[in-house]
């Protein structure tokens, strides 16, 4: 599992944060890819593309899994 640090922001979005992570090339994929139902956070499918990812969160796609930290 990787780790995502704020950095001192109280969130990324989860959009950016698949393009952060390179799980996808643009941000029309990382948007196509939620509308898909492809990604999860803490074990639940999210649709919601520019959902507010917060520290503690666990966001996941196929095999892959970041967990985002302050």
């Known amino acids: 599992m990787e780790i995502f ?3 001192g922001h109280p969130h990324v979005e989860l959009c950016d944060l698949l393009k952060i992570q390179g799980w996808a090339e643009s941000g029309a994929m990382a948007k196509a890819m939620i509308a ?5 956070v803490d074990g639940v499918v999210e649709t ?3 959902c507010k990812i917060l520290a503690g969160k ?5 095999s ?3 967990r ?3």
């Open 58 to 62: 666990t966001v996941s796609m196929g």
């Open 64 to 66: 892959e899994t970041v």
């Open 36 to 40: 898909d139902g492809l990604v999860q």
């Open 68 to 70: 985002v930290e302050e």
């Open 48 to 50: 919601r593309k520019r």
């Open 5 to 7: 640090n704020l950095d």
